[in-house]
């Protein structure tokens, strides 16, 4: 099995602060003095795409995690809702209510669906990459 290569302490950082949240990207290519031609060949490496997929995951892991969190005290306030003297205010509460479940589920992914979406990004490769791979056969058939 072939070794994976690690990532660079400047690429992880570039990707700590994307996630950050603080500054834009290119403020954070600016801070780790980073070009865009280096950002963009990182982003065909195939190490540093899948630390970023990670990490997206990982977002998205932790999102759910807090919404589901604060989900039973989000149903207690609009039940509490349905009795408001605002009749507007009672009708939307009951609409919220009656669309959950719906919008619960529709939110989820299937972890099989994410895992094939994971293989996917293996499976392909960059048009640079392609090209590469394609020049080298080049070579040698002419050889």
């Known amino acids: 099995m072939p070794r994976v290569k690690q990532l660079t302490k400047r690429q ?73 003297d605002k009749p507007d205010v009672a009708r939307r509460a009951c609409l919220d209510i009656i669309s959950m479940p719906r919008t619960i589920s529709d939110s989820r992914l299937p972890i099989d669906e994410l895992k094939s979406e994971a293989e996917n990004r293996k499976s392909k490769i960059s048009q640079q990459t392609a090209g590469k791979l394609l020049a080298v056969l080049a070579e040698e058939k002419s050889e």
């Open 12 to 84: 992880l950082a570039v990707i700590e602060d994307l996630f950050s949240g603080e500054l834009d990207e290119q403020a954070v290519l600016d801070k780790h003095k980073v070009s865009k031609k280096l950002y963009n060949k990182w982003q065909s490496d195939v190490n540093f795409i899948e630390h970023f997929d990670g990490r997206i995951a990982a977002a998205y892991r932790q999102s759910s995690a807090l919404i589901a969190s604060y989900a039973p005290l989000a149903a207690a306030r609009l039940i509490r809702l349905t009795e408001s």
